[in-house]
Each structure stands twice: as structure tokens, then as C-alpha cells.
């Protein structure tokens, strides 16, 4: 199978529910990526982190089979995110963010890895993104991320990065906002016109729909009884689809639905814990029999599928 | 094909958007299932009307093969409702309701169609669902609508109801007021409880959920990139989605799964235009088209199913 090469933030989180309270737990959007896409596929990580950050944390990683060897270590703090969440577990209110040495941080793909063909692309300024972009090459698939702040303060940097990759992935609100529309399908249509292959707009509870020029695919969220924290829900995303591409070493219609249906899955097991707890505990098992649940929720002939088990040929 | 009966209200509705508005058309539970039924099977409406209502509103039903007989006309008005939408488009906010002859109706479903194997009970009071029960014999499938209304003043009475009939159809807020939890999976698992052999929980522009006791299935709403008024939406859901049972004549888990796209496909229209208009306006072809294109939105391998044309039958 390919490789998987992430490249963003590895953070310490604040994370208030109404419910409880967690302070410093691991976070960002390479750890939750990575550590998802590792069940599909060996990942690489390119990021950057500061003197306070724990080596038992990169070793968590490291236990996981994530390459932490272009994980540089700078003088200073490493990047802190503390944000709460009200009743309804969806959109978080962001209490403060200090970027440390993550503010004036310019990836540097190792020349090891500028061969890797499956690379996300997280959330960080899009004129880096198109920076990192020069220095992978000619990679088979590059996803994207990015927020709300970018598309407010660099729109048109957004709409070339976006115009440079395979798989743009955006939240609903983002979509909106980017095109200033409320609906979704021409907003989806504008982004495609952009130039990616796919894009995939994330809508929390409601699940993500993926959109090409062949048509749309809309998968619910994996309906859970209980959510602790929804942070990392679309990196957790990002980690189980591109995962599940490298895997599958294919990127047509069919491998980019169930790539969706992947992402939700490990999404559902990343917001059941706080932090990246679920997915760090998240066996490919677990995942094979949670996607098998997630597919009969959109079959209409339920349970008819001519599909094989997803991670068959990793198992005797 | 089975015959089907709807029971519930015909109305004349002001409805303002941010962008139009409309004043004393069609509308009613009753007007808007009756509509999308009839495009499966041969419906009759018991319903009631007061001298106001015009003749060529009856003749409207009428020409769509709907049968009006048992319509009663009593000396008084004809249910009025007034609301307002938002521009989210989403919930109404009710400005005012005259219930006029509706107001201490009894149904009289007349002997000829007692025997009517297909019943969907539109909203009312949950003690007149019952006492309508009463009045059909050993029906094969009834489907039942009800409101946070009856759920605030008459709780018992609806889970009574809900008891006696095979197919429960709320919205999400119905749902967790019901069951209060904001749990969609746990409001289902109390619905079902009570004894119905399925549950529609109705998420409005995120679709629709259906859950039998061997699994749930999830489909988003046809996606439009206008919607006119979203007055009867839930109501022309309950018509495709019956009116595609009586056609098929079995209730098993496919046929509901597939039975719950004919209801989405239905609301589609019916949210395009104001009042009845777009679900009058329907056919066969058109409504096939969508069908198809909505299955290709939850379908993994795009594309690929052994379904035959849903009309066919009708059909040279």
C-alpha cells in the first residue's frame, strides 16, 4: 500500500464541555490525522513542536507506527488550543490559541519523503500549503483542510491552493462562506470548478457529502448515544479517507465513497473520547465492523454488498 | 395495487418567506399526502370542509384521481393557518391557526372504505387517531403523523396511538420532545418500544432516517438549490412514502428503505413551489427521475442496482 505523508499542527488542548473538563491533552490536526490514517496505511509526519512537548506524546505516535522523524523540535512553546463546546456538542467557541512555535513555522519535507504520494495537507496558511506544495512531488493525491479564518483573511491564496489539489475538504459553513451562498450544491459546484477531482463538505451530526463531476455522495454520521468531544472530528476525517485511498491504491468514484464512509467512521470513534484517545485505541477490527454498520445505514438493499473486508490483506 | 385513506385536514394557508407571500392557498395535511399517494395507488381523503372552501379546490383532488366522497362540508370556515418562515427556510412560526369546521370534527370513514388496507393518520388530536382506528377494519399498514402539541398536552394519548399503528412518522424535535433526549438513536429505540414496526424520524433538509428493530436507514434530502416553501413537506413524505407501499403491497425492510425515497422525493417537489402546486404539477416520469437520482446519492457503487423501474406496472 502507499505511503501517507500529513502535514500540520501537533498541539496541547483546553477542551471544556458541559460536561467536564480536560487541560493539555494531546491534540492538533497531524496527531489526530495520522494516528487515523496509520490503521490504513504507514504515515510520515511533518509538523514542528516546542521544548515543553512531552517525548512520551511523540512516542505515542511512534507506538502506532507514525514516522515522528521529521517532527522537528524548536525552542519555544508548542502550539495551545483551548476551546468549549456548548449543549449540543457541534461547533466549539475558541477560548484562545497560542501558536508558539508553530506562528513562524515553514514545513520542510525531508527529501525522503517528497516521493510520498498520498499527502493531507491540514489546516495552516494556505501560501504555506502552496509553499509545501513545491516540495512533494508529483504525489499520486494531496487532500486538503483549511478554516474559516484563511478564507476570511486570504481568500483568493484558498481558492489557488485548492486549485492545485485532488480532494478539497470543508465544512459546511466554510463552503457557504467561501462562495456566499447557502446552498450547498452550487457552493459545491463553484469549488469544483476551482480544479480538485473531489471536494467533501463535512456536516458534523448531519455526516459529509462527497461531491465529483459524476454526482454527489451523501453519508450520514455514524449516530452515536454519546459524544465526550467533537475536536478532531474532520482531521480524524481526513486521516480514515486518505488512509483508506493510499490503501486502496485506487482514486475513482467508487474507492472515494467508501474513502467518505472511512473518515466517518474513524471521526465517530475520535468524538466518543476526549482527545486522541479513541483513535489512538482504534484497532482496524473495530473500524471493519463499525464501516460494515456505517454501509447498511446507506444500503438500501441492506446489507447486500459484493464488497470485501477493507483491511483483508493486512490479516492471515 | 392496495387502495390507501388518508384522514386529516384540508386547509387554506398564508405563508410569507423572507422573499414572497401567499395568501389563502390550498394546503392541509390531508391535500398535500392525498397528492403524492396518488401517484402510487387510488386514494380517498376523509376529510372536512366549510362553505368557504371552493368547489374548484375539490375538483383540483378530483382531477388527480383522488377521491373526494367522503370530503364532509359543514356550515362554517374551512381551517385556516397562518405562518412564517425564515430565511433558513427551515421551521415555521405558527401566526395564527383557525381550526373553523375542523375544530370539533369527528372523521367518519363511510363502510365503503372502511376495508382500505393502506391508512395514514395525518396530524389531530391523538384521541380522534384512535376513535379512527375504531372505524377501520384489520388494515394492512397505518401510518401515523402527530405534533409537539399533542405531545405537550396529551402524551399518554400519543403513545397510545403509537401503540396501535405500524409506522410512526415525527420530526427530530417531535422525537426528543417525546422522548426527552437529545439522543435521535435513543428516541427511536422508546418509539419503537411502544409497538410500531417502523419509525421515520424527519430531519428537513437533512433528510429523513427510517428505524425498524433490524437497523436504521439514513437519507439526506434531495438536494435543491431553491426551495420555494417547505409548508407540507412532511406531509408529502407520508404520501410517497405510503402511496410506495400500497404499490408494492410488501412491508419488509427494503421496501420501507426504498418507500422512504419515494417520501423524500416527494417532499422535494413539494418544498420547490408554494402550496400544492409542485406536488400537484408531479408525475410518474418526473418523480422517477429524482428516485433514481437520489439512490445514486446513497449508493457506494454509484450507480449499480437491480431495482426495476418503481412504475413500471403502470406503464405500457
Same mark, same amino acid.
Given at each position: 500500500?502507499?505511503?501517507?505523508?500529513?502535514?500540520?499542527?501537533?498541539?496541547?488542548?483546553?477542551?471544556?464541555?458541559?460536561?467536564? =473538563?480536560?487541560?493539555?491533552?494531546?491534540?492538533?490536526?497531524?496527531?489526530?490525522?495520522?494516528?487515523?490514517?496509520?490503521?490504513?496505511?504507514?504515515?510520515?509526519?511533518?509538523?514542528?513542536?516546542?521544548?515543553?512537548?512531552?517525548?512520551?506524546?511523540?512516542?505515542?505516535?511512534?507506538?502506532?507506527? %507514525?514516522?515522528?522523524?521529521?517532527?522537528?523540535?524548536?525552542?519555544?512553546?508548542? +502550539?495551545?488550543?483551548?476551546?468549549?463546546?456548548?449543549?449540543?456538542?457541534?461547533?466549539?467557541?475558541?477560548?484562545?490559541?497560542?501558536?508558539?512555535?508553530?506562528?513562524?513555522?515553514?514545513?520542510? %519535507?525531508?527529501?525522503?519523503?517528497?516521493?510520498?504520494?498520498?499527502?493531507?495537507?491540514?489546516?495552516?496558511?494556505?501560501?504555506?500549503?502552496?509553499?509545501?506544495?513545491?516540495?512533494?512531488?508529483?504525489?499520486?493525491?494531496?487532500?486538503?483542510?483549511?478554516?474559516?479564518?484563511?478564507?476570511?483573511?486570504?481568500?483568493?491564496?484558498?481558492?489557488?491552493?485548492?486549485?492545485?489539489?485532488?480532494?478539497?475538504? %470543508?465544512?459546511?459553513?466554510?463552503?457557504?462562506?467561501?462562495?456566499?451562498?447557502?446552498?450547498? %450544491?452550487?457552493?459545491?459546484?463553484?469549488?469544483?470548478?476551482?480544479?480538485?477531482?473531489?471536494?467533501?463538505?463535512? =456536516?458534523?451530526?448531519?455526516?459529509?457529502?462527497?461531491?465529483?463531476?459524476?454526482?454527489? +455522495?451523501?453519508?450520514?454520521?455514524?449516530?452515536?448515544?454519546?459524544?465526550?468531544?467533537?475536536?478532531?472530528?474532520?482531521?480524524?476525517?481526513?486521516?480514515?479517507?486518505?488512509?483508506?485511498?493510499?490503501?486502496?491504491?485506487?482514486?475513482?468514484?467508487?474507492?472515494?465513497?467508501?474513502?467518505?464512509?472511512?473518515?466517518?467512521?474513524?471521526?465517530?470513534?475520535?468524538? &466518543?473520547?476526549?482527545?486522541?484517545?479513541?483513535?489512538?485505541?482504534?484497532?482496524?477490527?473495530?473500524?471493519? &465492523?463499525?464501516?460494515?454498520?456505517? =454501509?447498511?445505514?446507506?444500503?438500501? &438493499?441492506?446489507?447486500?454488498?459484493?464488497?470485501?473486508?477493507?483491511?483483508?490483506?493486512?490479516?492471515?
Amino acid at each position: 500500500m502507499a505511503k501517507i505523508l500529513v502535514v500540520g499542527s501537533l498541539a496541547y488542548d483546553d477542551v471544556q464541555t458541559p460536561f467536564e =473538563r480536560k487541560k493539555r491533552v494531546l491534540g492538533g490536526a497531524a496527531c489526530y490525522s495520522a494516528l487515523a490514517a496509520s490503521l490504513y496505511a504507514p504515515v510520515s509526519i511533518v509538523g514542528v513542536v516546542g521544548t515543553d512537548f512531552e517525548e512520551s506524546d511523540l512516542e505515542r505516535l511512534h507506538a502506532k507506527h %507514525v514516522d515522528v522523524s521529521a517532527i522537528e523540535r524548536r525552542p519555544g512553546r508548542s +502550539f495551545h488550543w483551548a476551546g468549549r463546546y456548548d449543549y449540543d456538542l457541534s461547533s466549539a467557541e475558541t477560548l484562545g490559541t497560542d501558536l508558539g512555535v508553530f506562528g513562524d513555522w515553514r514545513p520542510q %519535507v525531508p527529501d525522503a519523503l517528497a516521493d510520498t504520494p498520498f499527502v493531507f495537507l491540514a489546516n495552516i496558511d494556505p501560501d504555506i500549503q502552496l509553499e509545501t506544495l513545491e516540495h512533494v512531488r508529483t504525489p499520486t493525491c494531496v487532500v486538503l483542510d483549511t478554516m474559516n479564518f484563511w478564507i476570511d483573511h486570504k481568500r483568493d491564496a484558498v481558492a489557488r491552493v485548492m486549485s492545485r489539489v485532488d480532494v478539497v475538504s %470543508v465544512n459546511e459553513a466554510e463552503a457557504r462562506q467561501l462562495c456566499q451562498t447557502f446552498s450547498i %450544491v452550487r457552493a459545491a459546484r463553484e469549488i469544483l470548478a476551482l480544479g480538485p477531482r473531489a471536494l467533501i463538505i463535512k =456536516r458534523g451530526e448531519h455526516g459529509a457529502t462527497l461531491f465529483t463531476k459524476d454526482g454527489s +455522495f451523501w453519508s450520514p454520521a455514524f449516530p452515536l448515544e454519546k459524544i465526550q468531544d467533537p475536536t478532531g472530528a474532520g482531521d480524524s476525517f481526513a486521516g480514515g479517507f486518505i488512509g483508506h485511498l493510499a490503501r486502496s491504491g485506487r482514486i475513482d468514484d467508487i474507492e472515494l465513497r467508501r474513502a467518505v464512509l472511512h473518515g466517518i467512521v474513524c471521526a465517530s470513534f475520535a468524538v &466518543e473520547t476526549f482527545s486522541v484517545d479513541g483513535i489512538e485505541a482504534l484497532t482496524q477490527e473495530r473500524a471493519v &465492523e463499525r464501516y460494515r454498520g456505517l =454501509r447498511s445505514l446507506v444500503s438500501v &438493499e441492506a446489507g447486500s454488498t459484493s464488497e470485501a473486508d477493507p483491511f483483508a490483506s493486512a490479516r492471515p
